[in-house]
Every structure is written in structure tokens, then in C-alpha cells.
């Protein structure tokens, strides 16, 4: 994979990240335990996905851009 394109799907991945963080905050009032459970365990599996077969497979071919690496670069 070539160096551009991993930063590219890194950077957009931490944007994907914001709005899912932005997203969860935003279910967490729902009253509705049930149905606020549904959509949380929803999330936390998407948040898996893109971890495994996303981030994961990006970051075997650049090591450095891992995002949770404090020596990896801010985009």
C-alpha cells in the first residue's frame, strides 16, 4: 500500500472517529434503556470493523501512522 494512501484512509479515519464519538454522545440520553443498548452495542461493533478490517490492515504497511502511537503524525 502506498504511503499516500494510508495516510489518507488514516486521516479519514480519525474524522470517521469524531462522528462516531459525536454520535454516541448523542444516543446516550435516550431514555429508552433497551433501545439505547441496541444502538450503543451497534456502535461499539462498527468501531470494531473499521479497527480490524480497516485501521488494522493499514497500519501492518505503516507502522507510524497507527493513530494511538504519540509518535504518529496529526492530520
Do not use: C, G
Request: hydrophobic share 40%.
Amino acid at each position: 500500500m502506498k504511503r499516500e494512501v494510508a495516510e489518507t484512509i488514516i486521516k479519514t479515519m480519525k474524522k470517521v472517529d469524531f462522528a462516531i464519538d459525536e454520535l454516541d454522545k448523542a444516543i446516550r440520553p435516550i431514555e429508552d434503556e433497551q433501545e439505547r443498548k441496541k444502538m450503543l452495542v451497534f456502535i461499539a461493533n462498527v468501531i470494531h470493523d473499521l479497527h480490524v478490517k480497516i485501521t488494522l490492515p493499514v497500519v501492518q504497511h505503516h507502522p507510524d501512522l497507527h493513530p494511538d502511537v504519540p509518535s504518529s503524525r496529526d492530520y
